[in-house]
């Protein structure tokens, strides 16, 4: 027999239902209703009304979020197996410096109460006051920090630095774990040893952290005071300053009138729908 590079021809014969799958589906469905069942964690200090996981994302969703306005784009099976991804890696790190570190306090609650928000610490190293916060990320955005050095992303900078502004760190530590690797013959080329083909970590000092923390604090209180007329304005430094997203169906981005690109955040966001249907907020500054 002759093997050809294309084999989907050995396979059993299948209707055009059951080639999409059978187990895998039956599988993945059992799997996304224990995601579901978990359900959304609580604030990690009851009572609260901000996350800090909600550090530097757009003013727009935040205000949804505070409002307590009703989800209108959940997620679906790809993003529940994504995050639970990320939930699996943390838990395989936190084994580890555990080990590692047998003073350190994993998943330490904080609380910055002027600003009525909560939120968990992956790692507090109370003997050094080093607060480290890791994130899972996928093998393309791995690429752009590790190979391009373009730096760790600009939310889970600003949460860094809130978790460690909220415990008065020393020190704060951004870890970023890949989930696919950085092949060996890029990795050679780009004298990228074996722990930079598959993490990279950041360090911030009291004078980055304190700092970006105050005016993130400072932009959740201006979100307050807004209400609905909250603009559409994301603060990551991807976006052309000064530019709001005028249809949130594809995050299109316009500064006076001109297109200025697109925010891909828009896409992921629970309130897509619910943005796109009200005017409010759209445009202002």
């Not at 205000?63 to 939930?87: I, K, M």
Request: aromatic share 8%; net charge negative; glycine share 8%.
């Amino acid at each position: 027999m002759t093997i050809q590079k294309d084999l989907s021809h050995l396979a059993t014969d299948q209707s055009p239902k059951e080639a999409e799958a059978i187990y895998a589906r039956i599988l993945i469905n059992e799997w996304a209703k224990l995601a579901q069942e978990r359900g959304t964690l609580e604030h990690a200090v009851p009572g609260t009304s901000m996350r800090h996981s909600m550090s530097g994302k757009c003013a727009r969703q935040i205000h949804y979020y505070l409002a307590g306005a009703e989800v209108t784009n959940p997620f679906d099976l790809p993003a529940y197996w994504s995050t639970g991804l990320g939930t699996a890696v943390h838990g395989w790190w936190q084994d580890a410096l555990r080990r590692a570190y047998p003073n350190a306090e994993i998943e330490k609650v904080i609380h910055i109460p002027e600003a009525d928000s909560s939120g968990h610490v992956d790692a507090w190293l109370p003997d050094d006051k080093i607060c480290i916060e890791l994130k899972s990320i996928n093998g393309f955005g791995f690429k752009k920090i590790a190979e391009d050095n373009e730096g760790p992303r600009y939310s889970d900078f600003v949460q860094c630095c809130i978790n460690a502004h909220a415990l008065d760190a020393d020190k704060a530590v951004l870890i970023y774990l890949s989930l696919e690797a950085i092949s060996r013959g890029r990795a050679e080329k780009r004298n990228i040893d074996e722990i930079g083909r598959i993490s990279r970590e950041f360090h911030f000092t009291p004078d980055v952290l304190h700092k970006v923390a105050d005016t993130e604090i400072q932009r959740w209180a201006t979100i307050r005071e807004r209400g609905d007329d909250t603009p559409r304005a994301i603060p990551d430094p991807e976006i052309v300053k000064g530019a709001r997203v005028t249809d949130p169906s594809n995050g299109r981005l316009e500064l006076n009138g001109k297109a200025v690109g697109y925010a891909w955040m828009c896409g992921y966001c629970g309130y897509q729908d619910l943005c796109a249907s009200e005017c409010n907020g759209c445009g202002l500054g």
